[in-house]
């Protein structure tokens, strides 16, 4: 069965500091991954996904994210954070031939001080 | 495009009273979508996965009958949260997937539900 992991409940980081969200997962075969952001009383929004290629993945808002199998992790980068950054970012993984229904992370909570 | 748009944006109700939830896909069909609820913090729970033209299947512990998902057509699905009470207060999100495997969901704006 998938399943992923968000180790960190909070995430606190200076802006103009490089930041990292960390996620782990585990599935059969290769991953479909996913990160999500949600601002407060808003849905989520798809920041990025990887689902084949080059390991480091780029998407919106100047987040990236690198692909590690052997340490099955995708964590989340941005080089410089942004107090607008300040979020909750979900990673979800879908495992090939499973259901579409992806397995979602608990959620990293995001705070960036100015 | 793929924008999912959900309403009401929130809504206050009395305990005892039905509440309707709205979630439509704007510029494609979805002939599958998602209802989940978040606790404050919390991560999502899926709560059933609604398909068109057929009935809902639910997760394990939600209440069929007090969440009534209806997805009559291939653009839009409704969530009727039945006889409110407080512990349903809640946040309440729908997505689909626009695309094939690899597509991640889109997901509406959700709904905040205040039963009082």
């Known amino acids: 069965a998938q399943s992923v992991a968000q180790p960190e409940d909070q995430v606190n980081v200076a802006e103009g500091n490089p930041l990292t969200v960390k996620c782990t997962y585990s599935?059969?075969?290769?991953?479909?991954l996913f990160w999500y952001v949600q601002y407060p009383n808003r849905g989520l929004q798809f920041l990025l996904k990887y689902i084949t290629g080059d390991n480091l993945v780029k998407g919106s808002y100047g987040f990236e994210a690198e692909f590690n199998k052997s340490q099955t992790s995708f964590h989340l980068k941005k080089p410089s954070a942004l107090v607008s950054d300040s979020a909750l970012y979900f990673c979800a993984v879908r495992e090939p031939g499973g259901s579409y229904i992806p397995t979602f992370g608990r959620g990293t909570s995001l705070i960036v001080h100015p | 495009g793929a924008v999912v748009s959900q309403h009401p944006s929130w809504v206050i109700c009395k305990s005892g009273t039905s509440v309707k939830i709205e979630c439509r896909s704007l510029?494609?069909?979805?002939?599958?979508m998602f209802w989940y609820r978040q606790f404050p913090k919390q991560s999502l729970m899926l709560m059933a996965t609604s398909n068109e033209g057929s009935k809902a299947t639910y997760e394990q512990g939600v209440e069929k009958d007090k969440f009534l998902i209806n997805h009559a057509s291939l653009t839009l699905s409704t969530l009727t949260v039945t006889s409110a009470h407080p512990e349903d207060s809640s946040f309440y999100i729908c997505?689909?997937?626009?695309?094939?495997?690899?597509?991640?969901?889109?997901f509406g704006n959700g709904t905040r539900l205040t039963v009082t």
């Open positions: 997505s689909a997937i626009p695309g094939g495997f690899d597509s991640p969901l889109h």
């Open positions: 510029d494609f069909q979805a002939t599958t």
């Open positions: 599935v059969s075969g290769n991953p479909y």
